[in-house]
């Protein structure tokens, strides 16, 4: 059962949401929070499995409570309703696993929540564009520098697999993907694995 948190200051907007999500077998909504701060106290205390998180909220906004949660094993998806391009790298910064927007259709947003839950970094599209467009794609080596093996790594990491579903993929273990994933983001110079995608996306190597 994938437990999730839902954030957002409009009690209209948390309602729909846990009315879908608990229709959802697989999906089991354990609390509700109306600003920044009690998200961040929810999380502490239900340690939910995912959090649903809008970004403009009173007390904390969405990028405080993300800077408050760092470390924390709850994966955070921004779910807002604010196109504003400049806020999607902040948040993948600041530690967001995923970022859509509340027009998004349901079966997607269930989709996501599973994906996020599994490993899986999850961007709108618009969202990657913005990246793209704002130049955090990683600026790193060159391509060149990468393992066939390394290569092989990053295309299925921009198809969004998770560590596990990579060493299926590949017949290997999955302590090894992981040390291959180490070493793509080195040599990409790149923080994680969303930005390491959005490489892979701008330069062509997918």
Do not use: W
Not at 15 to 44: K, M, P
Not at 117 to 128: I, N, S
Request: charged residues 25%; proline residues 3%; glycine residues 8%.
């Amino acid at each position: 059962m994938i437990r999730v948190l839902i954030a957002d200051d409009h009690p209209v907007v948390r309602q729909g949401l846990r009315t879908f999500l608990d229709l959802q077998e697989d999906i089991s909504v354990v609390g509700e929070a109306g600003d920044g701060a009690e998200a961040v106290e929810l999380v502490e205390r239900l340690r939910p499995d995912v959090l649903l998180l809008d970004l403009k909220m009173p007390v904390l906004d969405g990028l405080a409570t993300l800077g408050r949660l760092a470390g924390t094993a709850t994966r955070v998806v921004v779910l807002t309703s604010v196109s504003d391009r400049a806020d999607v790298a902040p948040a993948i910064r600041a530690g967001a696993a995923g970022f859509l927007y509340k027009d998004v259709d349901p079966s997607a947003l269930v989709q996501g929540v599973r994906a996020v839950h599994e490993g899986q970094v999850l961007l709108a599209p618009e969202a990657a564009e913005a990246m793209l467009a704002d130049g955090h794609g990683g600026d790193g080596l060159t391509a060149t520098s990468l393992t066939d093996r390394e290569r092989e790594v990053l295309a299925l990491i921009a198809a969004g697999c998770s560590n596990r579903e990579i060493a299926r993929n590949l017949t290997v273990a999955e302590k090894t993907v992981k040390t291959h994933v180490s070493n793509v983001l080195m040599k990409l110079g790149v923080q994680d694995r969303t930005q390491a995608a959005l490489y892979a996306v701008r330069h062509g190597l997918v």
